[in-house]
């Protein structure tokens, strides 16, 4: 097929899923066209040797990314967004006319950033018929401000248009297909596609000596909370639940964030020398540290939008055979009791998962092994990009057979 690709952003950006998504059809042997901006995040500003412009196409075999231009003002106020969005979908609109007009089916990845862009698109090629892969329903990413309520609004009724458009939306968590459903798609359109990993990266490996000492110290049990110290983790409830187990289990949080501080001084406060601080590491090195420890740690508080979220780093330790420790609700802890692969607690609750912790330091080694296995396993089934890939090709697929069968 000829699959057109919408996305806001696109590597060499952090854009994983759309990237590794358009790689793997292209090799599949389908063309494709990615319709994307010009790389700018996190900072807001175009990466360096880059230059925006009109008709910026690259091309590898089957694979063709056509560039347009969007305001990049490195602002992250309401409305230095709200014209970032905007001038991307005023751009995609225009280039889209006639880059994808003879398209067999459009992909389109909709976070909130590319709202108005599908929508316009969606009404521009009403013919072809579209696969939306929402990873997201809320604009929770906006900053606060006087306009966000307005502004919040306004992406929220661009996505329910593109819903009601759709000819099939992909979800990646189950909790999120009854918010879209409520939003105006129609539940027989709407299926669950689990986000991968970069499994280039991530995969089962052995723990070099240097991680080994650099994680480990006594024979203790470790835990390892890898990723962003923020607020969306809540991690105080980890030191809490660590400080109360000193002398059975350590720790280890790698990584960096808005929280860090505070955190660490909660440690300092509690006394905690059972729990470690690693700086950011580059995501190569991740693999070695997962196998050096123990478990690895999910962390999401205790928020409404956070129940249908599933971390990246869930499915990184799946794929690495990390067994795992979660304290979240909704998706994530499903997921891992559903696959055996580790333990779970109700989220925010220190007691709880000191008790966790405590559970996780008596399990002998070997049925740590088996949980990581089984981790692994419902990786490959369920999570993996070949398993993602087949089922966003299914959709594709399914939507063209679709129309075709309606003419």
């Keep these: 097929m000829r699959i057109g690709v919408l996305s806001y952003h696109f590597p060499p950006e952090p854009a994983f899923i759309p990237g590794s998504l358009a790689e793997e059809l292209a090799a599949r042997g389908h063309e494709v066209r990615v319709l994307t901006g010009f790389p700018d995040y996190p900072g807001g500003h175009v990466y360096p040797g880059w230059r925006q412009r009109w008709q910026h196409e690259t091309r590898s075999e089957r694979l063709t990314v056509r560039r347009v ?21 005023g751009s995609a609109v225009l280039a889209g006319r006639r880059f994808l007009a003879d398209v067999d089916a459009l992909y389109v990845h909709q976070p909130p950033a590319t709202a108005f862009a599908a929508a316009g698109l969606l009404r521009l090629l009403g013919r072809v018929p579209t696969v939306l892969h929402v990873p997201d329903v809320c604009a929770r990413d906006e900053p606060g401000g006087a306009d966000a309520g307005g502004w919040t609004a306004r992406i929220s ?21 009854a918010p879209v ?8 359109r709407v299926r669950v596609v689990l986000n991968w990993t970069d499994e280039r990266i991530f995969h089962p490996a052995r723990p070099s000596p ?26 105080e409830t980890a030191v809490r639940a660590a400080a109360a187990l000193d002398g059975t289990m350590d ?20 006394r905690a020398d059972n729990v470690r601080f690693v700086e950011r590491r580059s995501p190569l090195d991740m693999p ?67 008790d966790r912790f405590w559970l996780a330091a008596t399990i002998p080694p070997p049925a740590r092994v088996d949980m990581g296995r089984r981790g692994r396993e419902a990786y490959l089934r369920e999570m993996s990009l070949t398993a993602g890939v087949d089922r966003i090709e299914g959709l594709l697929h399914e939507v063209v057979a679709a129309r075709s069968g309606a003419r």
């Design 157 to 177: 009724a661009a996505m329910a248009r593109t819903y009601r458009a759709a000819d099939a939306i992909a979800v990646a968590a189950p909790s999120l297909r």
């Design 210 to 235: 240097a991680a080994q000492r650099l994680v480990r110290r006594d024979g203790r049990c470790v835990v390892m909370h890898a990723g962003t110290i923020g607020n969306r983790q809540g991690l």
């Design 288 to 354: 070695d540290l997962y196998a050096a420890a123990d478990y690895q740690l999910v962390m999401l508080r205790d928020l409404p939008e956070l129940r249908g979220t599933v971390p990246g780093k869930l499915q990184a330790a799946f794929s690495c055979a990390a067994p795992v420790v979660a304290s979240a609700g909704g998706d994530t802890a499903e997921l891992v009791e559903r696959a055996r692969a580790g333990l779970s607690c109700p989220p925010e609750d220190w007691a709880a998962l000191a």
């Design 181 to 188: 459903v409520a939003a105006g798609a129609d539940p027989a």
């Design 69 to 89: 231009p969007r305001y990049a003002g490195g602002d992250a106020s309401v409305r230095a967004r709200m014209a970032s969005y905007l001038s991307f979908a």
């Design 251 to 270: 720790l280890i949080l790698v990584g960096s964030g808005a929280q860090e501080r505070r955190v660490r001084g909660l440690a300092a406060e509690l």
